[in-house]
């Protein structure tokens, strides 16, 4: 059987859309979609910096327990933040000291929660396609006007399955990079505000300072 040119052209073309049946804006649609289906999210987390004036690579780990209304539960190495949405208690664990700290007098850019959810507030440009640590994922290139001054590029890589994050990329105006890899990204459907309260630990000093 011979297929003429304008019939193979027709035919490749209707492979490649349904390839990216879904445009880069129905994506990220659905991606705040899937967040939408719990009440908090719970995640570890790996951030790697490559700073634009030095060959050297920070990198730090941690674990991430966050819901609305500013309540988060932050455990990187050698310090614990703990946030109900009204108090912060940061317990620097090595001084066996903790510092309680009002949630409104924080800098928004000391708030955990912007880790996962930046994203969501910015136009998608344009979508790709990408491999990551097994997985096969949408690449979205985003507009980040919304962050002027903070930010000059951002990234996000969706899961094809659920379409929730699995790596993060910033740029900053000074040439900074910053990548995050997301690990064990789960929806938490249940939580309570307990969850989010630093409870008092034998040798430890508490200061208050709101």
């Not at 570890?44 to 327990?65: H, Y």
């Not at 929660?113 to 910015?122: G, V």
């Not at 064990?184 to 307990?194: F, T």
Request: hydrophobic share 45%.
């Amino acid at each position: 059987m011979k297929f003429s040119s304008r019939v193979l052209f027709f035919v490749l073309l209707a492979l490649v859309q349904g390839v990216f049946a879904l445009t880069a804006d129905q994506v990220l649609a659905k991606s705040k979609d899937w967040f939408k289906s719990g009440k908090a999210w719970s995640l570890n987390f790996r951030a790697q910096v490559f700073q634009a004036d030095s060959p050297d690579i920070r990198t730090q780990s941690g674990s991430l327990l966050v819901a609305e209304g500013d309540r988060f539960k932050l455990d990187l190495l050698g310090i614990k933040f703990y946030s109900d949405g009204e108090s912060l208690w940061q317990w620097n664990v090595e001084q066996k000291q903790v510092l309680i700290k009002a949630v409104e007098d924080l800098s928004s850019s000391l708030h955990p929660s912007e880790l996962l959810f930046k994203y969501l507030n910015c136009k998608a440009l344009e979508m790709g396609e990408g491999e990551f640590a097994g997985q096969k994922l949408w690449i979205l290139k985003l507009d980040p006007a919304k962050y002027a001054g903070q930010f000059t590029k951002m990234e996000v890589w969706l899961s094809k399955k659920d379409y929730s994050p699995v790596r993060l990329y910033t740029e900053d105006p000074a040439g900074n990079a910053t990548w995050y890899g997301i690990i064990d990204l789960k929806v938490v459907k249940k939580i309570s505000n307990e969850d989010f309260k630093y409870k008092p630990v034998a040798g430890v000093d508490e200061i208050d300072m709101r």
